[in-house]
């Protein structure tokens, strides 16, 4: 149970990055339009940047990955959060067996 | 300091708040006790692993963190790779802080400090159909930090008795979650163009750059063609 000095500044830096990308849209927020383009696109964010974080996984790892991510997504316009979870994890486990992957 | 003082925060927010971030609460534990466990093979103490968690608390960024952890910890480049990494969080949290009406401004300050993907993800679907209460954020916020806390820790000090968790399709359960609530968010033929746009140009550029600009590329791809397919007179 022990913090040595180098690592607790490491840890430190890493925070003080972090929180500065956290807080600094609540000041960019303020000059925000209300409509037009620019709300357009600031109504997008949350699927584009969700879709941007899992892309890579969801259809550029391979075929098993991809075609869960299909079943996930026809789970997901049906069921709830957690049961499409479930499903999405059951069939890449399926299918990385299946194409031996 | 209880997040109660001043605003209303009704027993039912607290506990939706709860059940919504329920299955990325479940999904997070494999990652928390495979991150405290490579943190221990890196020479981390349980109490700097707890420290990083509770300060830090970007899941993403520690795993990287841990990964390129040396000792002495080059605190500078550790430091630049966090801010790389949660770059998206100020797209993020610009995008929240227009929910946050009910929010005093403490409770603000308080609740970026824990604005994590599964967090945020929560909030902005809450957000579309009823409005964003400081009870249900916070509800969300402490327990995803206290169950992220227990189990990384919980790692370090299990040490690497833990199985790739690859094994059991665990590393899905993010995309799997996150494929669920981008399809909260589906409003029509337009998100699908955004969806497909931020796809297409975040696969590619995960493949040609090096690190974690592939999100930002594909965000910006993304609301860039919402931008353009916005009708032009839109006025409310």
Redesign the interface.
């Known amino acids: ?4 000095l ?21 000041f ?2 303020d000059r ?1 339009p209300k ?26 790892t391979g075929p098993a ?1 991809t075609i ?2 299909g079943i ?2 026809l ?3 049906r069921l709830p ?2 049961a ?2 479930v ?4 069939a ?2 399926v299918l ?1 067996l299946l194409l031996g992957s | 300091m209880s997040v109660s003082n001043g605003v209303s925060a009704p027993a039912a927010e607290w506990r939706a708040g709860i059940m919504a971030i ?2 990325a609460a ?2 997070v534990v494999p990652f928390g006790l495979l991150l405290g466990a490579a943190a221990a093979s890196k020479g ?5 692993v707890g ?2 968690g509770g ?4 899941g993403s ?2 795993f990287v ?1 841990v990964d390129l ?1 040396t ?6 480049a ?6 790389l990494i ?13 929910k ?1 009406g009910s929010f005093a401004p403490w409770q ?2 308080l609740a ?2 824990v ?1 994590a ?1 599964e967090i ?2 929560v909030a ?2 809450r957000a579309l159909s009823q409005p964003l209460t400081p009870a249900f954020y916070f509800a969300t916020g402490v327990f995803l930090y206290v169950n992220w806390l227990v189990w990384t820790v919980l790692g370090t000090v299990l040490g690497a008795a833990m199985g790739d968790p690859k094994a ?19 409003q029509g033929r337009r ?1 699908g163009f ?2 497909a ?7 590619i550029v ?2 040609a750059v090096e690190g974690p600009w ?17 009708p ?1 007179e ?3």
């Open positions: 149970m022990t913090v040595t180098a690592n607790l500044l490491a840890i430190l830096a890493m925070a003080a990055a972090t929180y500065a990308t956290r807080v600094s849209g609540l960019i927020a925000i409509s037009g383009r620019a709300r357009a696109a600031l109504d997008a964010l949350p699927a584009a940047v969700l879709t941007a974080v899992i892309a890579p996984t969801a259809v550029a990955e869960a991510a996930t997504v789970a997901a316009f959060l957690l499409t979870v499903v999405g994890v059951v890449v486990v990385r | 329920m299955p479940i999904a981390l103490s349980p109490l700097e420290l990083m300060l830090v608390f970007a960024s520690q963190a952890w000792h002495p910890a080059p605190w500078l550790l430091g630049f790779a966090a801010l949660n770059l998206r969080h100020v797209l993020m949290s610009a995008s929240i802080s227009s946050f603000k300050t970026v400090f604005l993907d945020w993800a902005e679907r059991m399709g665990f590393d899905f359960a993010f995309t799997a979650i996150f494929i669920g609530l981008v399809v909260g968010f589906w998100t955004v969806i746009a931020s796809a297409i140009v975040a696969a995960e493949k592939y999100v930002l590329a594909g965000a910006l791809a993304g609301i860039a063609v919402a931008a353009i397919m916005a032009a839109k006025a409310a």
